[in-house]
């Protein structure tokens, strides 16, 4: 119940093209949905996050889009550029404690 | 403002030997956590600490792995001895607030274990 499910393993995509990174979780209690971002040899970095009271949050190129009666969310990258290509965790958390992370999604966006 | 800092960034051990790992958290930020990240694998929670206190420790496999946060500032997270599947990047992470407050997850770039 405290695992987050994550898809695509990888993805490939074109410059300009969009990029989509899909999550789901089963336990309801959660309440913050971050995705991170993560380089090579860097710690993981936010990106972006939402709770479940909105159903969409959109930051420049990156948006969030949460379904809460499926309990699934999404980040979608418009524009997608080479700088993009990294790995892509979503999360959830609870009560601002146990945050539990996605196996990743590593994106290459081809130039 | 400083980052999380950690050290050191990589390490090489063989199996059955000890290793000790330092992470010096953002300046205030009361929650602390250790992660073990497998090579290809989302970050898994090892320990969270509010202050110098233990909040969740289920994951920590308390026959090898032990943390302390003595002051509530800077952690050690040691494994003795250590096995093959340790080989991973531990990697520390701090948040301002308390539980029950979410926020941001600052991550420090990782301390990476081979053991071999």
């Known amino acids: 119940q405290q695992q987050v499910k994550q898809s695509p393993q990888s993805l490939i995509v074109q410059k300009g093209g969009i990029s989509i990174i899909n999550c789901a979780y089963e336990?309801?209690?959660?309440?913050?949905f971050p995705w991170y971002q993560q380089f090579p040899g860097k710690g993981p970095a936010l990106l972006i996050a939402?709770?479940?009271?909105?159903s969409e949050k959109k930051e420049g190129r990156f948006t969030i889009s949460f379904n809460k009666s499926a309990k699934q969310f999404s980040l979608h990258i418009m524009d997608s550029q080479p700088g993009d290509s990294a790995t892509y965790f979503c999360?959830?958390?609870?009560?601002?404690?146990?945050?539990?992370f996605g196996p990743g999604t590593r994106l290459s966006v081809l130039p | 403002e400083a980052g999380v800092a950690q050290s050191p960034r990589y390490k090489i051990i063989e199996k059955r030997q000890s290793v000790a790992f330092w992470c010096n958290p953002i300046?205030?930020?009361?929650?602390l956590y250790w992660y073990q990240q497998i090579l290809g694998q989302g970050p898994k929670l090892l320990i969270q600490?509010?202050?110098?206190?233990?909040?969740?420790d289920s994951q920590l496999p308390k026959d090898r792995f032990s943390a302390e946060r003595l002051k509530g500032v800077d952690s050690t997270l040691k494994i003795q001895p250590a096995k093959l599947e340790d080989s991973a990047v531990y990697l520390c992470?701090?948040?301002?607030?308390?539980?029950?407050?979410?926020?941001?997850?600052?991550f420090g770039e990782g301390s990476r274990l081979t053991v071999l």
């Open positions: 336990n309801t209690a959660f309440d913050y």
């Open positions: 992470a701090s948040r301002a607030g308390l539980a029950g407050n979410t926020g941001e997850l600052f």
């Open positions: 999360a959830a958390s609870f009560y601002g404690q146990n945050f539990v």
């Open positions: 600490f509010q202050n110098n206190g233990v909040v969740d």
């Open positions: 300046s205030g930020h009361a929650t």
């Open positions: 939402i709770r479940p009271d909105v």
